[in-house]
């Protein structure tokens, strides 16, 4: 489903955030990509989004090559991935319906159809109570799961998380992984960045550990993390 | 088909709340440009109407020669053969010197003065209506009847019309550059407010783009919006125009009564109207398109 192939990310400026990442990721498949702020997270999964090119290497999504896709075409890709953002990026100046009807809207959905989905997805996160609110009325742990509604109501098979529990308590954090196993039971493919060494002691789940832009070996078990969890990334 | 079509009225409904979400700067903006169309349509209206005034007033152009005061009647009959047989010649009437003093007479009430001359002092006198409508064949024309023997003079009646005309034709330019300067002004009003929207829908745009819109997508509410801003600003300069003749109209009436002539304003015609309000529009959605090519790549998600 997703394959990195010897991928190297380097920044203007001659920072290196990857170095030579290759992993595979089956169909279905949940795993957590750990490691420090700074030890190249973001960049992974901005470059399965193609928000970001890779210097060198081959990113494969679907067996598609992401990182020599046309412009024209990265829209058609992004559809099929759902992105969680830790900074949510919800839009304030819009219901909490609206927002999540925006990705619907953007794929030409028919109006009566959206709004069945709309509702699904905010039922599914538990806010459907809320659709009229506006997001700024909602809390963080929510406006995460707005977040969340967002990303899975194109029903993508493949969702990305940054960061998703980054600045949440411990409560909201485990809400918010159990929506997470959910959607790995039905079969999405999940890729979730954390640094919260408290989510990966407590889980079973595939570790892709990352420390200077480097996947560190093992990957199937958890090396300890410093950080204490609750820093912002 | 129906969802593209909601789709579409969607987004101009979104347009049409982003433009009045500040009622007063929206409405501003399509008093700007409604005043930035009305000068140069409402000049060409001005023109138009002159035009027809000047049409009614000189009607077609006619050649007034004056024969020599020693010509005989052998002399005016062959000169009638000579203009007969002009091919640039419709028509020919004579007034002989004898007719011309008593409709002098008549007109000027000056009949008693007339009785007291001793001599006729007017010559006869063709009316040569000419084939040719243009001012140079006029005046070709003109010199070549100058030149007959007999003739003493020969006066092209209407040319003071044709001096108006060639005036007119100076002014027809003048709004033609106006327009051209104003609509520039108007694309660059419409690009830097698109450029304002840009900037302030800027988060919405990049979420848009990392969840999959296309650049049409992204594109396509500021297109309505420009063009939309058009065709409120070419409704407001068609109201100016209308209200502008409205206000000539009762003064204009009371002159034109005094000279005793039927003259009255013509508003737009419906095709001008149309012409303007399309106009409008596709200068609105030109400056939209140039205002989002050239910002738009500027808000590529980092």
Known sequence: ?233 | MMSALNQHLGVMKTALRRMFTSPLAGFLNILVIGIALSLPAGMYVLLQNTQNLVAQLSGSPQISLFLTMETTADDVAQLRNQLERHAGIRGIEFISRTAALEQLGQNTGLEDVIAGLEDNPLPDAYVVSPTAIDARSLDELRNELQRLPGVELAQLDSAWAYKLEAILELARIAVLVLASLLSLGLIAITFNTIRLQILTQRDEIQIARLIGATDAFIRRPFMYFGALQGLFGGIAAWLIIALGLQLLRLPLATLSQLYSSTFSLQPLSFSDSLSLLLFSVYLGWLGAWLSVARHLSQTEPR
């Not at chain 1, 809320?130 to 997001?135: L, M």
């Open chain 1, 1 to 233: 489903m997703i394959a990195f192939n010897q991928v190297s990310k380097r920044y203007p400026g001659g920072y290196e955030a990857l170095k030579h990442v290759s992993f595979e990721l089956a169909k279905g498949e949940m795993a957590f990509l750990s490691g420090h702020s700074g030890a190249g997270k973001s960049t992974l999964l901005k470059l399965i989004a193609a928000i970001e090119r890779p210097t060198s290497g081959s990113v494969l999504v679907n067996n598609q090559n992401v990182s020599v896709l046309k412009k024209g075409a990265l829209p058609y890709l992004r559809r099929n991935l759902g992105l969680i953002f830790q900074d949510h990026k919800l839009l304030f100046d819009r219901t909490v319906f609206d927002n999540v009807l925006l990705p619907l809207q953007i794929c030409g959905f028919d109006h009566r159809e959206s709004g069945k989905r709309v509702r699904a997805a905010l039922d599914k996160v538990g806010l459907l109570n809320r659709e009229k609110s506006n997001p700024i009325a909602l809390s963080g742990g929510e406006q995460q799961r707005l977040c969340i509604a967002r990303a899975i109501v194109n029903r993508p098979s493949i969702l990305l998380a940054d960061e998703p529990t980054g600045n949440l308590d411990a409560e909201y954090a485990q809400e918010i992984m159990a929506i997470f196993n959910s959607f790995h039971q039905v079969g999405v493919t999940l890729l979730i960045s954390t640094h919260d060494a408290d989510m990966l002691r407590n889980s079973h789940v595939r570790v892709i550990a990352l420390k200077h832009g480097e996947i560190q070996h093992p990957a199937s078990h958890p090396e300890p993390v410093h950080s204490a969890g609750t820093g912002p990334a």
